[in-house]
């Protein structure tokens, strides 16, 4: 069945079987490969982007239940229009291969959304669904702390 | 205007053409440097193999495969730190394949001896062997030696290119060279004139480039220092293209079942599939079958619905007839004894030590799963792929196909993560040959997280059977005897190639250790499981690390000994930044001071790719289980290129080791791998990663690699620190099989 989406403030009207997941749409169909595959069974986070404003595995959403407006690591922010969060990202070096980043950067920004200033304990409960093969777990730590402070300023 | 990544694609047949053309080489030729593959397009300026002017700045050419190690940035930033331009003009382009873009680094390190013992004499002899790699076309990414490679090379690239600007504007103006200077990417006359790179670069094509001498590292502006790495903005926005990124015009989905018991695929039906929504053709690939559709999820639901009859694995079926046949490795002679001290066969007096270890079989799972896109068409092959050689994938491409290899194109884009299974390219082929069944149509293949696992190619089991003896504190002997598989000569042997040579890298982080003791052994015996296997960050050392240091663990154990203390006083005589390194992370961790109840601490030290690496690990019991609390490194990589990365390397490298070590075990039934994706084969996560406390100190001669150094001593520190904390001792990984650690 066809069915309309939004993606990053853009609509598309997308001809794929209701069981598609949005991964596999937003990928092959829309385009925006930012959003990886890691596992195809919700467990690496690589696939994490927001409807709605909450963050979901997209490998786990069927097309067919897409309930709001989704948005993607590229609807966050561009290389020349980065968000708070990308640019504290980039500033601290926190990627190294970069592949599972995306799904990091958007499960950190839901939590910095729902918690303006995450104790380490809440970075533990919110970011271990998120898997780094490379290890960069220390830096996405302090990159959100970081993140948190700034935001709290304004900056 | 052609971009230099085009170009990159397009002369890639004169690299190939050297090789052909080149059967036979002299012994001059390795002296002499390789033609410059690179043909320019319209405002693009080769001035050598490496460095590109263009009208906007410098593209900087490296035939190193980016995985998150950054090689890119320091590969630039040696490059920048002769040619004078500023850090925001240079761009990286991944090489093609060529023969321009030999490692000279890997086989550098090939050398005879000790490599902890080496002077500036050895490293002559290393330098001189590395060209070695030249006539064998071998560009692997790999082996930590990308920076050792490129040191001298890329420095030499910036400053002849930099020489040969001011020889041609000199030319030009008859300014003479020595009223010139450079500057962020312009020629500075002697009365302020700035004239542009782009400006010279045109009349620069005739120039001879001159020799040069490089500039004293006192001087450095990018060297030394933690510079922003080029692809960390597209790699915080998505817009970094990865292997699995690539797009392009009329594409098609494709995915692989292959027969996870690595023999023939009897049969399979197909009828159900085939008429499954987005499905457009299933092939038989006599070991598999491959089906593409519109979509990749479509390719996936299509291919589980195909009924396949695997044929029987060819090695022992389930992993007790695995470990029987490692064991078997022990009852032929060595295949090499890689040290031979004093005499490990006398009897010494005091205390005996004796131990048998293990390390199991492990996946690589990088985050990204393999893929590949092909196009057949006319008759060659263009792939894109994230691959750590270019050359054998090249090749191997060539040969599935049936075409001359300067029919195929192999472009490098950023691999989401490597850890050595990109340096088998089976993905590739299988790509090339979906594609040639599809002519005209570009392919993506792309591998389920569960055929990932089923497919990988293995860290080899190993097995370790230990013998030492302590006498009044001390070590007398150390004698060590490990059964694996060479990956290499596997590699060889299986490609109808070998060679007489003997693999020294089965006991990698063994021999090579820097302790003086005197009757020191160690023996590699090989072994013919049938079971794939490969490269696995840190190769060797990644098991023989765990064996070497984990039983000089317990022979302090054994002496009385302060385990830190017993280390010092073995490697002090051998290696003086080995035992800095030791006395830093005991300072840094404040080893030997007390420590709350329920807390321990644990050292180890591996020499290894030329960097020894210590780390102390601190761990506590929890309400939940026992946690991983802090780890401390210092590293010592000889010449500190970039703080900030080789720090990412550290942590990241000894998280790799960490996460095998706590969990990590492939293991086999039915001729099958029995883990299939991260629910089941899983790795430290937000969590349960500890933190991290790294230094780098300066004192070993030379300059080493950094990206596989952290893993070794990392699965020993951990052992030993639960050791500390609970006086089991676990000869066999993963650590979770003895101890309640948190997962």
Redesign the interface.
């Known amino acids: 069945m066809a069915k309309q989406i939004t993606v990053n403030g853009q609509s598309y009207f997308i001809d794929l079987p209701d069981d598609v997941p949005l991964l596999w749409v937003l990928r092959d169909e829309v385009g925006l490969t930012g959003t990886k595959f890691g596992c195809g069974v919700a467990a690496c986070g690589s696939c994490t982007v927001h409807i709605g404003g909450m963050a979901v595995r997209s490998c786990q959403v069927a097309l067919a239940d897409v309930s709001g407006p989704v948005t993607t690591i590229e609807g966050l922010g561009a290389p020349d229009t980065l968000s708070t969060l990308q640019a504290v990202w980039a500033e601290l070096q926190v990627a190294q291969c970069g592949y599972c980043q995306s799904g990091q950067i958007m499960q950190a920004a839901e939590l910095l959304a729902l918690n303006a200033t995450p104790s380490d304990a809440d970075i533990d409960d919110a970011m271990q669904g998120n898997l780094c093969r490379c290890g960069t777990y220390p830096r996405i730590r302090a990159a959100i702390h970081e993140a948190a402070r700034r935001m709290g300023e304004g900056v | 205007m052609a971009s230099i990544g085009k170009i990159a694609r397009r002369t890639f047949l004169v690299g190939t053409a050297a090789i052909a053309g080149g059967v036979v080489f002299g012994v001059y030729k390795l002296n002499q440097d390789p033609p410059n593959p690179l043909k320019p397009g319209e405002g693009e300026w080769p001035l050598n193999a490496f460095v590109v002017i263009t009208t906007d700045g410098v593209t900087v050419i490296c035939p190193k495969s980016e995985?998150?190690?950054?090689v890119h940035s320091t590969w630039a930033a040696l490059v920048a730190e002769e040619l004078d331009v500023d850090w925001q003009q240079i761009r990286v382009v991944h090489s093609p394949a060529a023969l321009a873009y030999y490692n000279a680094g890997l086989f550098g390190m090939a050398l005879p001896g000790l490599d902890y013992r080496r002077g500036p004499v050895a490293e002559g002899i290393a330098a001189f062997m590395g060209k070695a790699a030249k006539l064998l076309d071998l560009d692997v990414t790999g082996g930590s030696s990308s920076i050792r490679d490129g040191y001298t090379r890329l420095r030499i690239a910036g400053a002849t290119a930099r020489e040969t600007l001011k020889l041609a504007l000199s030319r030009e103006t008859g300014t003479p060279v020595s009223q010139m200077t450079t500057e962020g990417g312009h020629v500075v006359l002697g009365d302020g004139t700035r004239v542009s790179y782009a400006t010279i670069a045109p009349l620069a094509a005739d120039v001879d480039p001159p020799r040069v001498g490089l500039r004293d590292p006192s001087t450095w502006r990018y060297l030394g220092r933690?510079m922003?790495?080029l692809?960390?903005?597209?790699?915080?926005?998505?817009?970094?293209?990865?292997g699995?990124?690539v797009?392009l015009e009329g594409m098609k989905?494709a995915t692989v079942h292959m027969s996870p018991r690595r023999g023939k695929m009897v049969g399979f039906d197909k009828s159900k599939a085939q008429s499954m929504?987005?499905v457009e053709r299933i092939i038989d690939l006599g070991d598999g079958f491959a089906v593409v559709a519109s979509?990749?999820?479509?390719a996936?639901k299509a291919a589980e619905a195909v009924e396949p009859e695997w044929g029987p694995a060819p090695y022992p079926a389930d992993t007790a007839s695995l470990w029987a046949k490692v064991a078997e490795g022990f009852d032929a002679e060595p295949h090499v004894v890689a040290r031979d001290e004093g005499n490990a066969d006398r009897t010494q007096d005091g205390t005996e030590v004796i131990a048998e270890y293990r390390a199991p079989y492990l996946a690589h799972?990088?985050?990204?799963?393999m893929n590949a896109t092909a196009l057949f068409k006319d008759g060659k092959l263009t792939v894109w792929a994230g691959v750590q050689t270019m050359a054998i994938t090249r090749d191997n491409c060539a040969a599935a196909l049936g075409i001359a290899a300067e029919d195929v194109t192999v472009i490098v884009p950023?691999?989401?993560?490597?850890?050595g299974r990109r340096a088998t390219p089976d993905y590739v082929v299988q790509a090339a040959r979906i594609a040639k069944e599809m002519a005209g149509t570009p392919i993506k293949l792309?591998w389920?997280?569960e055929e990932d696992v089923a497919r990988d190619h293995f860290r080899p089991a190993a097995m370790a059977r230990m013998r030492g003896v302590v006498r009044d504190g001390k070590a007398v002997l150390y004698d060590a005897h490990v059964a694996s598989a060479s990956i290499t000569l596997d590699a060889m042997e299986a490609s109808g190639g070998g060679a007489p040579m003997k693999d020294k890298e089965l006991v990698g982080g063994m021999h090579d250790q820097p302790y003086a003791i005197p009757n020191f052994r160690v023996a590699a015996y090989r072994t013919f499981t049938g079971v794939p296997t490969a490269s696995w960050r840190s190769v060797g050392a990644s098991y023989g690390g765990f064996f070497f240091d984990t039983f000089i663990d317990e022979m302090a154990h054994a002496a009385g000994a302060d385990p830190l203390a017993f280390r010092l006083d073995l490697i002090r005589p051998e290696h003086e930044p080995s035992a800095k390194l030791l006395e830093t992370v005991a300072e840094m961790s404040g080893w030997g001071s007390a420590l709350p109840q329920g807390t321990a601490q644990g050292v180890a030290f591996t020499y290894s790719f030329g960097t020894p690496v210590a780390q102390v690990i601190q761990v506590s019991q929890r309400g939940s289980g026992i946690g991983i609390d802090k780890v401390w490194i210092a590293c010592d990589p000889g010449v500190a290129l970039d703080p900030?990365?080789i720090e990412?390397q550290m942590?990241?490298?000894?998280?790799?080791g960490l996460?095998a070590a706590v969990m990590g075990e492939i293991t086999f039934a039915d001729g099958r791998a029995e883990q299939s994706?991260?629910?089941d084969y899983?790795?430290?996560?937000?969590?349960n990663?500890p933190?991290?406390e790294v230094r780098i100190l300066q004192n070993a001669i030379g300059l080493s690699g950094v990206g596989e150094p952290g893993t070794p001593p990392a699965a020993p520190a951990l052992g030993n620190a639960l050791f500390a904390l609970t006086g089991t001792r676990a000869r066999e990984l993963p650590l979770i099989k003895t101890f309640d650690l948190i997962l």
């Not at chain 2, 979509?295 to 479509?298: D, E, F």
């Open positions: 995985f998150g190690q950054g933690d922003p790495r692809d960390m903005v597209a790699k915080v926005t998505g817009t970094a293209e990865f699995i990124d797009r989905y929504p987005g979509n990749t999820w479509l996936f799972t990088t985050m990204e799963p950023f691999l989401g993560g490597g850890f792309t389920t997280r900030r990365n990412a942590f990241g490298g000894c998280l790799y996460s994706n991260f629910w899983d790795a430290l996560r937000m969590h990663a933190a991290f």
